[in-house]
């Protein structure tokens, strides 16, 4: 038990090179018009970001790779990962998904030798999927023995951490305000958490007009520290 | 199985450089027109119907369209599509799009206006062969309710599956629900009423012509009135996304991308499609 925390804290930690460091998703788009300029603006960015976002996307997508590990069914979990590829229209959102998701599968695959991991490494080296952070997460989670209330949860932290990160960075926050802010926002993150186990398939890949727009517009903004 | 409000079933194929029509067939409270060429290019334009003029509690509406190969064809309406209120059960619409290698397809329906009360969920299924090209667009507008505010029906969900050569290609979920969202915050529609989109697929999609529409965009509106955003899809094509607080606004700029699009995919300047 102890170890298995203490392993899912590392995967957790914002400083874990997988790249997600270099990816806005968006919020650069909101900093540049003025719409994000500070803690209370951008919680409501990262409120509409995560109950969104992350619960009708990354969430659902976890629920399907979990089912799918617990059938054996390595088809279902290319599919998964195809899907989640090709509902993300803005080009550097995908292709930023896609980088984070090489990074994390590369590092979490010298990490471990969980075998539903390896079998995972093989279809993306095969071109058979494309690599996306909820999956490898997921798949590493189902090996470290987490349930999947665990694994979304965990995922939402790991990602919502970076998240912050980056924009204590960009508009700028201080290093308090933001972990004020992680502490703000960790009820929200349970709470989807909660919701995106019931959601049906349907409504995978929900998109929120607005963020998707601003990801889409983010290949146009003038002054960039981020890639997306 | 689906007991088919209105059911309509059309297939093109090119004969001699003119796009005709092998099979057409409907029934129930769906109806296509007469074919009407706009030019002598040979591509037909057929216009969809609703005789009954919108869709009730509980409709259910299929289309089937295949354009096969070397055929080129637009699909419109006649009208908006209006969606009354919907007390027992949301009304929906399948369209399921076959493209074979080297035809043209462009679907290009009127606004959909969702009354008070009303729930709607549209889905559109699109198989492409290798070589094929299809446009597509929509626009969503804030609906219709007696006391003139915005945002009064229940639920719109807008889906879109592209495939390519039976690959998934694009796959487009929008949801609006003003009566469980905050659909004016920001991340949603921030502040805008109206959203439109256009959905491209075709080998011929260049970096060249995504800067070209971006320009295109700019020089059409007041960037105050509008947010818009264009972007490449995983597969050759692009899509974009437009924010404004008018049907007018967004059917000027989807225009003007279609017209971009049409000129360097077919070498065709589109017909207006007016209709009333």
């Known amino acids: 038990m102890t170890d298995r925390m203490l392993a899912l804290l590392q995967l957790c930690d914002s400083n874990l090179p997988t790249g997600a460091f270099s990816h806005s998703f968006g919020l650069e788009t909101y900093i540049q018009s003025g719409a994000v300029s500070d803690c209370v603006s951008f919680e409501e960015w990262l409120s509409c970001y995560v109950s969104e976002?992350?619960?009708?996307?990354?969430?659902?997508?976890?629920?399907?790779?979990?089912?799918?590990?617990?059938?054996?069914?390595?088809?279902?979990?290319?599919?998964?990962?195809?899907?989640?590829?090709?509902?993300?229209?803005?080009?550097?959102?995908?292709?930023?998904?896609?980088?984070?998701?090489?990074?994390?599968?590369?590092?979490?695959?010298?990490?471990?030798?969980?075998?539903?991991?390896?079998?995972?490494?093989?279809?993306?080296?095969e071109k058979r999927t494309v690599p996306h952070p909820a999956v490898v997460f997921a798949i590493t989670a189902h090996g470290l023995g987490c349930s999947r209330d665990e694994a979304i949860l965990y995922?939402?932290?790991?990602?919502?951490?970076?998240?912050?990160?980056?924009?204590?960075?960009?508009?700028?926050?201080?290093?308090?305000?933001?972990?004020?802010?992680?502490?703000?926002?960790?009820?929200?993150?349970?709470?989807?958490?909660?919701?995106?186990?019931?959601?049906?398939?349907?409504?995978?890949?929900l998109v929120a007009p607005g963020l998707e727009l601003s990801q889409m517009q983010h290949e146009r903004v003038n002054v960039r520290i981020f890639m997306s | 199985m689906t007991e088919w409000t209105g059911e309509l079933s059309l297939s093109l194929e090119d004969r001699g450089?003119?796009?005709?029509?092998?099979?057409?067939?409907?029934?129930?409270?769906?109806?296509?027109?007469?074919?009407?060429?706009?030019?002598?290019?040979?591509?037909?334009?057929?216009?969809?119907?609703?005789?009954?003029?919108?869709?009730?509690?509980?409709?259910?509406?299929?289309?089937?369209?295949t354009a096969e190969p070397g055929s080129r064809v637009t699909l419109t309406t006649q009208g908006a599509t209006k969606v009354y209120k919907t007390p027992k059960d949301h009304a929906y619409q399948e369209t399921m799009m076959t493209l074979k290698s080297g035809s043209y397809l462009e679907y290009l329906p009127d606004p959909l206006i969702a009354?008070?009360?009303?729930?709607?969920?549209?889905?559109?299924?699109?198989?492409?062969?290798?070589?094929?090209?299809?446009?597509?667009?929509?626009?969503?507008?804030?609906?219709?309710?007696?006391?003139?505010?915005?945002?009064?029906?229940?639920?719109?969900?807008?889906?879109?599956?592209?495939?390519?050569?039976?690959?998934?290609?694009?796959?487009?979920?929008?949801?609006?629900?003003?009566?469980?969202?905050?659909?004016?915050?920001?991340?949603?529609?921030?502040?805008?009423?109206?959203?439109?989109?256009?959905?491209?697929v075709g080998e011929q999609t260049t970096d060249g012509l995504i800067d070209d529409l971006y320009e295109l965009l700019a020089e059409t509106v007041e960037a105050e009135d509008v947010k818009y955003g264009v972007s490449r899809l995983a597969v050759?094509?692009?899509?974009?996304?437009?924010?404004?607080?008018?049907?007018?606004?967004?059917?000027?700029?989807?225009?003007?991308?279609?017209?971009?699009?049409?000129?360097?995919?077919?070498?065709?300047?589109?017909?207006?499609?007016?209709?009333?």
């Open chain 1, 53 to 125: 976002q992350l619960a009708y996307t990354d969430g659902i997508a976890c629920r399907m790779i979990y089912d799918a590990l617990e059938d054996g069914e390595m088809e279902a979990i290319c599919t998964v990962g195809n899907q989640l590829h090709v509902q993300n229209l803005p080009r550097e959102t995908r292709q930023g998904t896609r980088m984070i998701g090489e990074g994390m599968l590369r590092l979490f695959g010298r990490l471990y030798d969980f075998p539903f991991l390896a079998e995972y490494g093989l279809l993306v080296k």
């Open chain 1, 155 to 205: 995922h939402f932290y790991a990602t919502v951490s970076g998240l912050i990160q980056n924009a204590v960075r960009a508009i700028p926050l201080g290093q308090t305000a933001g972990q004020l802010t992680l502490n703000r926002v960790r009820p929200l993150l349970q709470q989807t958490a909660e919701k995106a186990l019931a959601l049906p398939d349907e409504d995978f890949g």
């Open chain 2, 17 to 65: 450089g003119k796009t005709v029509a092998r099979n057409v067939y409907f029934q129930g409270a769906f109806k296509v027109m007469r074919p009407i060429y706009h030019d002598d290019s040979g591509k037909v334009c057929y216009y969809l119907l609703n005789p009954g003029g919108g869709y009730l509690d509980g409709d259910r509406y299929r289309m089937d369209v």
């Open chain 2, 115 to 200: 009354y008070k009360d009303a729930s709607y969920r549209q889905k559109n299924i699109v198989h492409l062969e290798h070589g094929a090209t299809f446009l597509y667009t929509d626009i969503l507008t804030p609906g219709w309710s007696p006391d003139g505010g915005h945002f009064a029906y229940s639920s719109v969900r807008l889906t879109n599956e592209i495939y390519l050569d039976g690959e998934p290609a694009v796959f487009d979920n929008v949801r609006l629900s003003p009566s469980e969202q905050q659909v004016g915050g920001l991340g949603f529609m921030e502040g805008y009423t109206h959203l439109g989109s256009m959905i491209a």
């Open chain 2, 236 to 276: 050759p094509g692009f899509s974009i996304r437009i924010l404004a607080r008018s049907t007018g606004k967004i059917e000027k700029m989807l225009n003007v991308c279609h017209k971009k699009v049409s000129q360097e995919w077919l070498g065709l300047t589109p017909a207006s499609l007016r209709k009333y």
